[in-house]
């Protein structure tokens, strides 16, 4: 008979010495721990050490897989003002969908304040923030690596509800044979397999999500690619300017963050220049549109590539 194997709980400190040097990183390049928590699909790695204004900075900056911001702040020990403000205001200022605070513990009047900011969002959910304050400490069995291990004190309790009801509905098909059968029009499908083809013919890659495919190209990230454009099966295309920017990656791209690249996209499919996430009408891409669609991709995947290779001819500080 074997002896059974002691399970260890300890404090962030123990685990990771320091919290901006050790523990942010880590959260960040482990962001689906974090997301199975608060039922979230944190699908990217996160861009951590943002920095805004008076010199401050927003611990990390992530996205679910369908591009929606959420910022996350993080801290050692009881969760304090400075924290839970900050990253209030600079979740209003990107607009983004949510914010989760990540602490040790959580003040009995913050947990209020959540709760409270909760429910606006919920009755106004175009303008409201959402909140989640989670615990976190860490794990080991014996003598193994430390892990972290979330606990959300405070979530929105309908939104949960709403993207596990959607996360069931929408799971992303088994291979492209499947995802093409959820297309609905024979034109719209031919248009995006002949995309797809042509795009894999010149090397590149795709992955797929619940109802759509992701064109995906090598460029500076921590796995070597990046998205490229995203392709619906009721015919809409999705332009991330703000990956090109490198809110995922936290690497932007100079070229495709130029005015002249941006005025080019906005006339090809009908954008207003200022959105950072942008979808185009349903029905966009047609035989007519699959040409100039693929020009467009050719550009942000050469771009990719020169960043690729000016980041390798940058001389190393010091060195």
């Known amino acids: 008979m074997t002896d059974m194997a002691r399970l260890e709980f300890g404090r962030l400190t123990d685990a990771w010495a320091g919290e901006a040097t050790d523990f942010t990183p880590l959260l960040a390049q482990q962001l689906d721990a974090l997301g199975d928590a608060i039922h979230l699909d944190l699908a990217t790695v996160g861009e951590s050490e943002v920095p805004v204004a ?97 606990t959300a004190v405070v979530e929105p309790n309908e939104f949960t509800q709403t993207v596990e009801q959607a996360r069931q509905r929408e799971r992303p098909p088994s291979s492209l044979e499947a995802f093409w059968g959820g297309f609905d029009s024979p034109l719209r499908v031919a248009a995006t397999q002949t995309v797809v083809e042509r795009w894999v013919a010149g090397g590149h890659r795709w992955r797929l999500g619940p109802n759509h495919i992701v064109l995906v190209a090598e460029g500076p990230s921590r796995n070597g690619f990046r998205s490229v454009v995203a392709i619906y099966s009721d015919g809409r295309v999705l332009v991330p300017f703000h990956s090109y920017a ?69 001389p190393v500080a010091g060195g």
Not at 91 to 106: D, K, S, T
Request: aromatic share 8%; with cysteine; hydrophobic share 45%.
């Open 54 to 150: 008076d010199g401050r900075r927003i611990d990390i900056v992530a996205s679910d897989d369908s591009g929606v911001e959420f910022v996350i702040e993080n801290q050692y020990g009881r969760a304090d003002h400075d924290h839970l403000t900050r990253g209030l205001a600079y979740a209003v200022a990107r607009r983004a969908r949510g914010l989760v605070v990540v602490a040790e513990e959580h003040r009995d009047e913050f947990r209020a304040v959540a709760e409270y900011l909760n429910e606006m969002a919920e009755t106004a959910p175009e303008r409201g923030i959402l909140v989640w304050l989670v615990e976190a400490r860490a794990v080991r069995i014996e003598n193994s690596p430390w892990a972290p291990l979330f």
């Open 246 to 314: 490198g809110v995922n990656s936290g690497i932007p791209v100079p070229a495709l963050m130029e005015q002249s690249f941006r005025s080019h996209a906005d006339a090809l499919f009908g954008f207003t220049g200022k959105e950072r996430l942008a979808t185009t009408v349903p029905d966009w891409l047609t035989e007519s549109t699959v040409d100039p669609l693929l020009d467009f991709c050719a550009t942000v995947s050469n771009a990719y590539m020169q960043a690729m290779k000016d980041s390798e001819a940058t």
